[in-house]
């Protein structure tokens, strides 16, 4: 009983360790493409580079949507 407890609270400690990286990191790179924003911005004047504004917004979506999923995923498996 006690390894399976051992287990468990080892389980929970290294998970939360992860998350607390996979958070800050995003939020990192939401500060880093944030802060390319402008250059991101004149790609939209440009047929050319529209191609890089969109893959752009793509990424800082992603970006911004890891840390609130990443949450809710950690709220269930909490919950669980």
Same mark, same amino acid.
């Given at each position: !009983?006690?390894?399976?407890?051992?287990? $468990?609270?080892?389980?929970? @400690?290294?998970? /939360?360790? #992860? %998350?607390?990286? !996979?958070?800050?990191?995003?939020?990192? $790179?939401?500060?880093?493409? @944030?802060?390319? /924003?402008? #250059? %991101?911005?004149?790609?939209?004047?440009?047929?050319?580079?529209?191609?890089?504004?969109?893959?752009?917004?793509?990424?800082?979506?992603?970006?911004?949507?890891?840390?609130?999923?990443?949450?809710?995923?950690?709220?269930?498996?909490?919950?669980?």
């Amino acid at each position: !009983i006690a390894a399976g407890l051992f287990a $468990a609270i080892y389980t929970l @400690f290294t998970s /939360a360790e #992860l %998350a607390l990286h !996979i958070f800050l990191l995003a939020h990192i $790179a939401v500060a880093l493409m @944030f802060m390319i /924003a402008p #250059l %991101a911005w004149l790609c939209v004047f440009f047929k050319r580079t529209m191609e890089h504004f969109k893959s752009w917004c793509s990424v800082t979506i992603g970006f911004v949507l890891q840390p609130i999923i990443l949450t809710l995923f950690l709220m269930m498996f909490i919950l669980i």
